[in-house]
């Protein structure tokens, strides 16, 4: 008898144990579907958002732009120490692919480059945005941008 109670018992915790799982697991994915679809930035995605054409196009972009060599000729012209310069950027890729929320982070150094960092990612067209639970959702980037000033 004690042999039966104890498997009765064994098997109704098994049994309980695996309904708290699955309503765990329902709880998780109502939770996750819900971030997807919100302004709120979930801190796990799927996938991350993204230049469209991955870095190739992205460098191809910024060595093609006259934002990037003016930025630099300016900044010469203004007697700005040799050297080279990263502006940290973090900007917002909303769900549409739009940029949005774009500031500088760390060190300034004056001379233009700040608001040509700013300007080279704002103008850069749409992006990939990122993905949750298969929708489109917003993400956050931190991108260097390096600008050498290099006299002969």
Same mark, same amino acid.
């Given at each position: 008898m004690k042999r039966l109670t104890f498997? /009765?018992?064994l098997a109704i915790s098994s049994i309980t144990a695996l309904a708290q799982t699955e309503a765990e697991a329902k709880r998780l994915a109502?939770?996750?579907a819900y971030y997807a679809k919100s302004d709120f930035v979930y801190p796990y995605v799927d996938s991350a958002p993204a230049y469209p054409g991955g870095l190739e196009k992205w460098n191809k972009y910024v060595t093609t732009t006259t934002i990037f060599t003016d /930025?630099? /000729?300016k900044?010469?012209?203004q007697n700005m120490p040799n050297g080279v310069y990263t502006v940290m950027l973090r900007f917002a890729i909303?769900?549409?692919g739009t940029i949005g929320d774009v500031k500088t982070m760390g060190r300034t150094y004056g001379y233009g480059l700040e608001e040509a960092?700013?300007?080279l990612v704002k103008e850069s067209g749409k992006w990939t945005p990122a993905n949750i639970e298969g929708e489109a959702a917003?993400?956050?980037i931190q991108m260097p941008i390096r600008f050498a000033i290099l006299r002969d």
């Open positions: 498997i /009765a018992l109502d939770a996750r /930025a630099v /000729a900044a010469k012209s909303n769900p549409d960092a700013i300007k917003k993400g956050f």
